[in-house]
């Protein structure tokens, strides 16, 4: 089993920023992806930026230039770092990792864009 804890949400200004973390723990090995995902009121889930296949980075063209995803292999932590952020940022963000056997999410965590 894997746990993932997100925190780093809140409210912020628009241009303002923010950095989540992602700590993981449990049985984490043969790592496909691991990554953010968001989800805004009324819309489906998706990407903000992952690690793929331990040496790709993606980013969601709406985000690429003011996100940045980063990681500590040794704390088993993903970051991501947030910068302008603007009103349409607004939504819970989840942590997720993508294992040989099975996909795993955190509870999330709501970051709120707004003046």
């Known amino acids: 089993q894997v746990q993932l804890v997100e925190s780093g949400g809140g409210w912020v200004q628009p241009g303002g920023s923010l950095r989540l973390s992602c700590v993981a723990s449990g049985s984490i090995f043969d790592i496909n992806a691991m990554g953010w995902y968001r989800q805004a009121p009324g819309k489906e889930r998706e990407l903000v930026a992952v690690?793929?296949?331990?040496?790709?980075?993606i980013y969601a063209s709406s985000v690429k230039g003011r996100f940045t995803i980063s990681r500590d292999n040794a704390k088993n932590t993903v970051y991501l770092q947030m910068n302008s952020l603007k009103p349409e940022d607004t939504a819970v963000y989840y942590c997720h990792f993508s294992l040989a056997l099975a996909d795993y999410w955190g509870k999330g965590t709501l970051v709120t864009v707004s003046s």
């Open positions: 690690f793929a296949a331990g040496v790709t980075t």
